[in-house]
């Protein structure tokens, strides 16, 4: 049903305006962020024009995350056997979130949601992760295989929204690959295939969280 939330994501969201460190801690204070600025496709505007000159064949691609590997991680997390969200506490599985990404995201979530309801029930006797949704589950897991923090899902929400926007913009970005790969002469289904493996690029908050990241600056954090 990710789907209907893709829709629902074309609405504005409120930006979470939660800058509080003394209560969140530095690790997490960067996720205090607007929703429409989350993730955006590499070497383009908001709308997933890529600029001029951008060439993303030159650039190392992220390591790919299987989709099983997602689900592993999602059963750990959203078990639901201590009552809240819990960190797998492995180490980063990829370095940056990819298109491909975001759409197994999609699907994991989907197929939690059809397999465990009660997850995400508002009105449920019992919620075995807390409060919780969609978009909120989906920005969770995307920071864990990221090495990112485990957040709340009020600041995780605004990330899965973005990837529902994300999702709205693959069919463009294909249709322009596509076209871009014919006019070259190039293998138009190679090219397609390739976009799933292209970077979507946090926003300024979130890729300053990146790089503590990479220096080790969030080894305690997990």
């Known amino acids: 049903m990710m789907d209907e939330l893709a829709d629902a994501a074309a ?3 409120t930006s979470i305006d939660v800058c509080v460190e003394e209560e969140l801690g530095p690790s997490t204070a960067y996720l ?3 929703s429409h600025d989350v993730l955006r496709p590499v070497g383009g505007n908001t709308d997933g024009d890529q600029d001029e000159g951008h060439d993303e064949s030159q650039e190392q691609p992220p390591a790919e995350v299987p989709l099983l590997e997602l689900k592993r991680l999602s059963g750990i997390m959203f078990s639901g056997q201590t009552g809240a969200v819990v960190t797998s506490g492995e180490a980063a599985a990829t370095s940056a979130p990819t298109f491909g990404l975001v759409m197994d995201m999609i699907t994991t ?4 949601e059809e397999a465990r309801p ?3 029930d508002r009105h449920a006797e019992h919620r075995p992760c807390g409060l919780l949704c969609k978009y909120g589950a989906g920005g969770m897991l995307l920071c864990e295989v990221l090495g990112l923090p485990l957040v709340p899902w009020v600041l ?7 990837a529902a926007k994300i999702k709205e913009k693959l069919p463009a970005e294909k249709k322009k690959v596509v076209k ?3 006019r070259r002469g190039a293998d138009a289904e190679v090219a397609a295939s390739a976009l799933l493996r292209r970077r979507v690029e946090p926003s300024r908050g979130a890729a300053a969280a990146l790089a503590q990241r990479d220096q080790g600056g ?3 954090a997990r």
Not at 109 to 112: A, F, G, P
Not at 156 to 162: F, H, T
Request: charged residues 25%; aromatic residues 4%.
């Open 11 to 13: 609405v504005p969201a």
């Open 32 to 34: 205090a962020l607007s």
């Open 109 to 112: 979530i989907n197929e939690l």
């Open 118 to 120: 009660e997850l995400f």
């Open 156 to 162: 995780a929400e605004p990330i899965g929204k973005a």
């Open 180 to 182: 871009k790969a014919k």
């Open 218 to 220: 969030m080894a305690t």
